[in-house]
Every structure is written in C-alpha cells, then in structure tokens.
C-alpha cells in the first residue's frame, strides 16, 4: 500500500531551500517523527511530481539522496520504501538554512548530481556538444585489440602515442617541442598544479588574473603561495599593474589565459603578449599559460607559448572541454629541464596517469574527425554566444565584451545589484549563478557574473532576471 498525505512545495516564490531540498527536507522529517513508518511506500516518482507541481526529475533526485542518506530503500520494479533501521540510527534532521554563496558552493553545486537543475553559471558543455560517439567508438577499439598494457601501469610520461599527437597539434599552432617536454596529467587540474609546484616554494609570490579561474586559488593556498591579482582587462592582463606588481612582490610565478579567459571570455592581443613576456624576461619570472579552451579557440589566436617557445612559458591545456570532461586527460609542454622535474612530481604522487583514457583520446585524434568536430562546436557556440548577448543586453545588462569564441560571457546588471544576494535568491528557485566575486582571489565584491552561453539560454533565467531587476532599464553607474 502506498503511503500517501498532504505534501506541497513552493515552486514559484523564493524560499529557504532549492526544491528538492524542500522535498528532502519534508520527507526526512516525516520519516524522524514516525508519520512515514519503516516499510511504508512512497509515493511513485511521478505521481509525488503532479501533486507538488515539479518535474519528475526534481522528485528522482530527491529520493536518491534520501536512498544515499540511508533513510529509503529503492527497490527494483517497486519502487521507494522508507529503509527498516532502528530509530536510535535515525539522523538529525537539520533546521532549514539560507543559501550561502562562496567558492565551495559553487564547486559542489557545479558537480553535484542533484545540483540546480539550470547550470546558467556552469563551466562545461552539455553533453550534446561532446564527442561522444568518437568516445564509443574507441572504447570498441580498445576491446578489440589483444594488446592488454592499457590495464598496466603505462610510462610515467603518458601514453607515447598520444604525446606524439600532442606534439604534431601543438606544432600546427607554432609551438616547437620534442616528446620528452610533454607530459600527460589527470586533466588540466593536475598540470597546473604539477606546473605550479615546479616552481613555487612556501611564500613564493604568484601573480593571478583578477578575476581568473576560482579553483586556481584553493591550489595555490594549500602550497604556501601568496596570491596577488593582476585585473584583466579586455585584450589581457593590465601591463602596468603586471609590471608594478611583480616587481614589488618579487613574484616567481603568473598564471594565466591567454585565450579564451575563464570567466571573462577575452583573449590577449599580441602586443599585450609580447609585453607580458618581456616583463617575465625583465623581472625574472615564469609563466604556466592555462590554455585549456585551446579547441574551442579561433585558430589564429595568440598564445604566449607560440611566441616564446617554452623557454619561459609553461603551456597547459587538456581535452576535457572538447571531447569529454569524464576521461580526465590533459598535458603540459614545458623545457626539458622543467619537464624531469614535472616527472619527479608526478610519480610522487600518482605514479602515472590514466592509460586506457589517454589510449581513448589517442584514437579519437588518430582517426582524423577531431579537427571537423572542433568546427562544429565552434560554430554552434558562435550561434548561441550571439544569442545570449543580446537577450542579455535587452534584460538590462552590460557585456564585458562581446568574445570571438568560447562559452563564457561576462555580464553586470546596469542598476546597482548585490550580486550574492542574486546568486542566493537564484538559488531558491534551481538556477546557477556564478558571481563574479568567486573568480577573484580576495573574493572582493564585483557586479559582474560569469553566464554560460549554452546554459544561460534559457526562458527561465530570464523570467528570473525579469523579477530579481524590475528596474533593469535603469542605468549603471560606473565602477
């Protein structure tokens, strides 16, 4: 018998909780009062969704995380069951708290299964944009052949043949290298901070984008690193305060996008680039070039490692953004003296990478369609980057700019705006936001927002901004 009662969700107004927390709240606090008894049935997936007015997927996610929480059972072919477990066992059932918005929030909203359901501040490309019928295709691949060193510990440099593509792509963007300065990673993640540690002692200097990619800073404290942003501005990091700066603080290290910045979407000009190099060359430090939107990328973008040809650039990118975040392959090309040290640091801590990913991605670019793909998600992101522009500046918002490529867009309300409290307000009602506050290493307040072109596009973000800025026509002063 299914256990019904009155049961209701607020899907239209702000409230305390996203909505599935609402469910998952009311549910665990039926189960800990004794109203739903061990071994009484849910309510099926979708007759719970028509009676709060939700979609089916809101309710699944809020039963899986009950059924992880331990307090229901999901039994095949039946349905959810509240789980028989003593009542001493029971969990605490916690008061309902408001959303905080901060760099973790973001980070586990952003992969978290039961996360908002509109990612508009997201980092990644939907799956429809993935190469994923390449993926399948060489995993077939791979189960055919006889060879079984993809089970094996590979060579602590990375599978040889992909290196070896590696290299020919990086030679058809001018950057010359042999395979021994190429060395394959766990994504890009562990590159820059394989590139980092290469580097920096405890209480070294390192020279950041203000604002540049937020998951950079946690990496940065955890080794001892003093932070120092350097703003960025529209064609790259601002010269002066570039100079100024590593000059005062004596920095060992910039980090940076050259192309396609996460989470502004500009890329340098190629005076800006030959500057920043020549106040690496002045002021005696290097830079790790975080190229990880390289595919995605106009092909006659310049890179800093094109230009300086390793010597005092460390290039990192991956394949996450362009065939399949899930594979985790990325790569760094440094100086071959740069490089051994690289190795050291990789085997200390992981021995060697992922073998049968790396012989995936080796595939995939040895069968010739990669370049084709890169096209079509390029152009389809040019078509939705325009589309996100200007329903955004009729929403009542300023561009940073207008990017020649990529999936990020920076945007700011033209009326003064708390941009937490948007993100928080956001929030309650599913949608992602990414406040610009995130992406700077003091996480000092700023009226912009990071907004992906792909997720953003969407009636209800827009329905959103429609009641969170009534006065959107109102104009912003400047900062």
């Given amino acids: 018998m299914v256990f019904s009662f009155p049961f209701h969700v607020d899907p239209a107004h702000p409230h305390p909780r996203p909505l599935v927390s609402q469910i998952v709240q009311t549910l665990a606090e039926r189960i800990g009062d004794g109203s739903l008894a061990p071994g ?27 059924v992880a929480d331990g307090a229901l059972e999901a039994r095949p072919a039946r349905g959810y069951f509240v789980a028989a477990r003593p009542r001493h066992q029971a969990r605490d059932v916690p008061a309902p708290v408001a959303t905080s918005v901060d760099s973790l929030w973001l980070l586990q909203r952003a992969y978290e299964e039961n996360s908002p359901l509109l990612k508009a501040g997201g980092g990644w490309l939907p799956e429809d944009y993935l190469f994923t019928d390449a993926i399948r295709h060489a995993l077939a691949v791979q189960a055919r052949r006889p060879d079984p060193a993809i089970m094996r510990y590979g060579n602590p ?18 950057i010359a290298c042999g395979d ?6 766990h994504g890009a993640s562990q590159a820059l ?16 984008d203000d604002p540049g990619y937020s998951n950079l800073y946690p990496t940065l404290q955890s080794l001892g690193a003093r932070i120092v942003g350097v703003p960025r501005l529209q064609d790259g990091p601002c010269l002066e305060h570039l100079d100024r700066l590593a000059r005062h603080h004596a920095a060992r290290l910039f980090v940076t996008n050259t192309r396609l910045h996460n989470p502004t979407g500009t890329s340098y000009s190629a005076p800006v680039a030959h500057q920043a190099l020549m106040l690496a060359e002045r002021h005696d430090f290097l830079i790790v070039e975080d190229d990880i939107f390289a595919g995605l990328a106009p092909e006659d973008t310049v890179t800093l490692a094109r230009l300086d040809q390793l010597r005092r650039v460390i290039h990192v990118s991956s394949f996450s953004k362009t065939i399949s975040p899930g594979l985790r392959v990325g790569f760094l090309a440094c100086r071959p003296d740069l490089a051994q040290h690289v190795l050291r640091l990789k085997m200390a801590g992981s021995l060697t990478s992922s073998g049968l990913g790396e012989s995936i991605v080796h595939t995939i670019l040895t069968e010739g369609r990669y370049r084709l793909h890169l096209a079509r ?23 940073f700019c207008r990017p020649e490529g990529g999936m990020f ?4 309300p033209r009326r003064p705006t708390d941009m937490r409290a948007l993100a928080e307000r956001a929030a309650t009602q599913d949608i992602m936001l990414a406040p610009g506050c995130l992406f700077r290493p003091d996480q000092a307040e700023t009226p912009w927002m990071r907004l992906n072109v792909i997720h953003a596009n969407d009636p209800r973000l827009f329905r959103f901004l429609r009641e969170a800025m009534p006065d959107r026509d109102a104009a912003r002063p400047p900062a």
Avoid: F, M
Avoid at 157 to 174: T, V
Avoid at 409 to 412: E, H, M, R, S, T
């Fill in 180 to 185: 021994s300065s190429i060395i394959l990673t």
């Fill in 193 to 208: 901070e394989l590139a980092i540690r290469c580097v920096i002692r405890p209480g070294d200097t390192v020279l950041v």
């Fill in 157 to 174: 440099y990375g599978h040889p043949g992909l290196r070896q593509s590696i290299r020919l792509l990086l030679a058809q963007q001018q």
């Fill in 409 to 412: 867009v920076w945007a700011a």
């Fill in 40 to 66: 009484s049935r849910l309510p099926s997936v979708r007759r719970l969704a028509a009676q709060c007015g939700v979609s089916t997927l809101t309710v699944s996610n809020a039963y899986n995380r009950l």
């Fill in 377 to 399: 998600v390029r152009d389809r992101l040019a078509t939705a980057r325009k589309s996100l522009c200007d329903a955004l500046d009729a929403a009542g918002l300023d561009l």
